[in-house]
């Protein structure tokens, strides 16, 4: 299953807001509509985002109203501005589009042909080198999980999320055809339940046993003992190794610490932002409030209420056991994390 | 507003399960009714779910089948058996069918007539006493509140969920009155969504500001500094203040101590089980699967996927600030807990 394809000119992508109910393919040579599967979640999962940014870039500059390469990167900087301005927590958006205006800029002085296949084969690297992460990132975490273990996992950081097998969900999947993963807990993760619509299905299809839960049953589980490791993906990952993700990660952190659950990031360095020194200076993005008011379309709360709704939040380093990443294992205090790293931007 | 009222041989109860949405209320004379009422949680919340039973029992012996004493001790085991088997973890339910099998032996051997005025004048007595058990915990509750304080529960453990006008969010509609609490954050709290369908609710009936949050929002919502009390309600108190609450309330008592946040619990001395020595002690009900994988009716996951649904989960007593009962605030290490005071057994 491939979350997103770039197929000769047209990129196809499942619509994960239909999911588990139904599997919807969109084809799409438009880079607005790229952009809004993007900031509606069609689209979702901070390396998914990142391909399907470099791919809407690259849908820019193949249009048939571009007729030279100035035309092309007026185009592209257009194109790369609205699709930056999607969704603001997840770097890898950044980063990709980064790259795809530095491989334009570097083709600027050849012909339009020239250029819009340097900025396709860079758009088709990123997502190649993203499937490389996972599953580099899924063997390195996997081999941190004990013999017969049960993970809890928080979203949905899979191959729904990613251009690969995963983030955190590859080193379970991973974990499990080794045999060291025979349960799965999932969060259902409100408000879009990422966690009992993507993940459970993810690991149905796999075959692999998932057990569902409310967010906040997390804290009776962890205290039973019925959990060795928690597993997160991420969405933003400053410098000093805090760790923005997926609003709920941060009480599973603080709870695995209390019941001494190793928790684990598994993420790809395109996550890390080394501008950021700290988990403050991370934007946190407020989701619409009708995604909490309301619930598969009817409205659950009375009028006049106000609501409370990051989509993210932050995890402070301290509370993080390891950062798994496609280049090794990264463990506090992370001073690595600050200094550039082969494929990390 | 009234969750609850005994009209001469009637007890009429508004549906919960279908607020905020609609009010209905509903009259019936038959026990099972009431019984079905629990066990559906039309009628919910530890202190309701005592005065309920107690009503129900109560219509058991006015049935016009019950024709003499021996009668009425035969139907009202079985009613009180009934009762009983609705829900096992808020001791309010026993602790009030308890009274009311004790009012009937002592005046088993006067007249049928006596028989049934006794055992309705306890359940009225029930009532009342909650009435004002509720009164006195508000105002114990909010002279513990700072000034100009922003206040998070979880839950719902309001008018509806007692005779009067509720524990924790007596606490807080108090609070308000008095100018202390400026606003209220409401979790959610999934699965049955009691905060977002009806603490929101009661609080915009009363004027107060909410702000509706999903329950893993919280751990952010702590770490920002913008809450200065967590206050919840109780299904079942160990004698070493252990609290047994709506599943959720042991991540937040977790966070508000990582925070320095104070969590008071707030709940009339009938929920302590002075049989319990700890938490570990207090039966903790499982509900139905259904209401993790379906919302609003419509299934949210893959079929094939198991679940983890407990409906409670404990506090350990280490992470309690406070709790609040009518007779008095009691602090770590809770060793008057142990110990009968008058009106709670």
Redesign the interface.
């Known amino acids: 299953m491939q979350a997103i394809v770039w197929n000769n000119g047209v990129v196809s992508f499942l619509d994960q807001t239909l999911l588990?109910?139904e599997e919807r393919t969109c084809d799409t040579a438009d880079y607005r509509v790229v952009a809004e599967a993007i900031s509606s979640l069609r689209i979702r999962g901070a390396p998914a985002i990142g391909i399907a940014a470099a791919y809407g870039a690259a849908l820019s500059i193949l249009s048939p109203h571009v007729s030279d390469v100035a035309g092309a990167l007026k185009e592209l900087e257009e194109s790369a501005g609205i699709l930056a301005a999607t969704r603001p927590t997840a770097v890898n958006l950044f980063h990709a589009l980064d790259r795809i205006r530095r491989a334009a800029a570097g083709a600027a002085g050849g012909s339009l042909n020239a250029l819009r296949e340097r900025v396709v084969a860079e758009a088709l690297s990123i997502h190649q080198e993203d499937i490389a992460s996972c599953l580099s990132i899924a063997r390195r975490g996997a081999a941190l999980l004990p013999a017969e273990c049960a993970v809890l996992t928080h979203c949905n950081a899979g191959a729904l999320a990613t251009g690969g097998m995963g983030t955190a969900l590859g080193v379970i999947v991973e974990g499990y055809r080794q045999g060291k993963v025979r349960k799965v807990?999932?969060?259902?993760?409100?408000?879009l339940?990422q966690g009992?619509?993507l993940t459970?299905?993810e690991?149905?299809r796999a075959g692999i046993?998932?057990?569902?839960?409310?967010?906040?049953?997390?804290?009776?589980?962890l205290?039973s003992g019925a959990v060795q490791a928690v597993i997160v993906g991420a969405d933003r990952i400053a410098r000093n190794g805090d760790v923005a993700n997926k609003?709920?990660t941060?009480?599973l952190a603080?709870?695995a610490r209390?019941h001494s659950v190793p928790f684990y990031v598994a993420a790809p360095l395109s996550t890390i932002d080394r501008t950021a020194r700290s988990g403050s200076e991370i934007p946190?993005e407020e989701r619409n409030p009708l995604e909490?008011?309301e619930?598969?379309g009817?409205?659950?709360?009375?009028?006049?209420?106000?609501?409370?709704?990051?989509a993210f939040?932050?995890t402070p380093n301290e509370l993080v056991t390891a950062i798994v990443t496609e280049e090794g294992v990264y463990r506090p205090p992370f001073s690595e994390l600050g200094t550039p790293v082969a494929g990390g931007e």
Chains 1, 2 share one sequence.
Do not use: C, M, N, Q
């Not at 046993?209 to 589980?221: I, K, Q, R, Y």
């Open positions: 588990p109910h807990f999932a969060d259902e993760t409100r408000p339940l009992a619509r459970a299905w690991l149905r046993p998932v057990a569902l839960l409310t967010d906040s049953s997390a804290g009776s589980l205290a609003v709920g941060y009480p603080v709870l209390r946190i909490v008011l619930l598969a009817k409205r659950i709360a009375p009028e006049g209420v106000d609501v409370y709704a990051p939040d932050v």
